[in-house]
């Protein structure tokens, strides 16, 4: 009998250790519509979640990817719909299931995430992009926005620094709300302070895929816009539509001509892809334009790790502190090297106040006439 219950309490002791504490903290993050795979903004977001579980040995729950460096935090993803009408949905699904941080990733979340965040006042939310009124420190949602314009200045200084001599550069952007005009607007402010021949009226085109959320997961749109600025004359395009812009690597690549990304490096993303196909787009794609939502997702976890809380309000990713900036890689070392310099000097003088950067392409017109 005495052995029958020494086994007893070995087989529990064995059950007890193979089923493990549970986690300290749960982190969960809500993609926006084009989900994990868009080789952008959601892409970035999800590797903000890699970056946790490595740091914190956690785990992402129910990911193909299977990442598990422990047990210790457990992270978690969901994807809306296409259109997606499921936000609050997903959002309320995570808060029910107890997760102490749930990020929405794009400012279409704010509505949703607002409202929830309401119901639900012990957990705190973090929302990208996105903007909610009259926030501080003890409310239960930080908004986490980003100094796209200063990433997007450069951006137009490589294209104006690179642009062959007559040429035109274009911006490509997704849907037409004013957060992309912040892209646009220090797009064409960065390519006209170091070009003086693009600051010739019709030298810089625009044009948006559209006016609702599939604008930034139209591929075909995003192709046909890019084609007719290549047959315009430009040599040069910068994207900001997600997943539209890989309408405007197939275009580049078809006609010979060159793309600048956004949010991720794709062009590193393309070169070291299994697709042929891809492999061969990222010949065409200068640089990008990076948009750390990584680092937004980590630090933002990292604080609720080793605080035990969130701080509210509103925290802003910029030039300063690396929260915008470019990409340099293996694969386009040689094509920025005449220029980084430049590039470099640009980043400190914004950092420094010395040049200051229009967030709005409205806005262009009055910076340029004290801007050279």
């Not at 994990?36 to 785990?59: H, M, P, T």
């Not at 949905?89 to 029910?96: T, V």
Request: glycine fraction near 12%.
């Amino acid at each position: 009998m005495k052995r029958v219950l020494l086994l007893m309490t070995a087989l529990l002791l064995v059950l007890s250790l193979s089923a493990g504490a549970a986690p300290k903290y749960k982190i969960g993050i809500c993609f926006d519509v084009g989900g994990r795979g868009d080789q952008s903004f959601n892409d970035s977001a999800y590797n903000g979640l890699v970056l946790l579980a490595k740091q914190f040995k956690g785990f992402i729950k129910d990911d193909p990817s299977k990442v598990s460096f422990g047990q210790e935090i457990e992270l978690k993803y969901l994807e809306p719909k296409s259109g997606g009408q499921d936000r609050e949905l997903i959002l309320r699904a995570m808060a029910e299931d107890g997760y102490n941080l749930i990020i929405g990733v794009g400012f279409l979340y704010s509505d949703s995430l607002a409202k929830v965040a309401g119901d639900f006042p012990d957990i705190h939310f973090g929302i990208i992009d996105g903007w909610i009124p009259d926030l501080n420190e003890s409310s239960n949602v930080t908004c986490l926005g980003f100094a796209e314009h200063e990433g997007s200045f450069l951006m137009g200084a490589v294209s104006g620094l690179l642009a062959k001599k007559g040429t035109k550069v274009g911006f490509l952007g997704g849907m037409d709300i004013p957060l992309i005009h912040k892209f646009q607007g220090g797009f064409i402010a960065g390519a006209m302070y170091v070009n003086k021949d693009l600051r010739a009226p019709g030298m810089i085109l625009g044009q948006y895929a559209g006016k609702d959320p599939t604008a930034f997961n139209d591929p075909k749109t995003g192709e046909s816009i890019a084609v007719n600025f290549f047959k315009q004359g430009a040599s040069i395009v910068y994207h900001a539509s997600g997943g539209t812009g890989a309408g405007l690597f197939k275009a580049a690549k078809d006609l010979g001509k060159l793309a600048i990304g956004v949010d991720s490096d794709q062009g590193l993303i393309y070169a070291t892809s299994k697709s042929a196909e891809e492999k061969k787009m990222s010949e065409f794609i200068l640089t990008s334009m990076l948009k750390r939502v990584d680092n937004a997702v980590l630090l933002t976890g990292e604080e609720l790790i080793e605080t035990g809380k969130n701080l509210g309000g509103y925290k802003t990713f910029s030039l300063a502190n690396d929260g915008v900036g470019y990409a340099l890689n293996d694969y386009n070392k040689k094509k920025l090297q005449p220029i980084k310099a430049k590039l470099d000097s640009l980043k400190k003088q914004i950092v420094a106040g010395k040049i200051t950067v229009p967030d709005d392409d409205a806005k262009v017109a009055d910076w340029a006439k004290t801007a050279f």
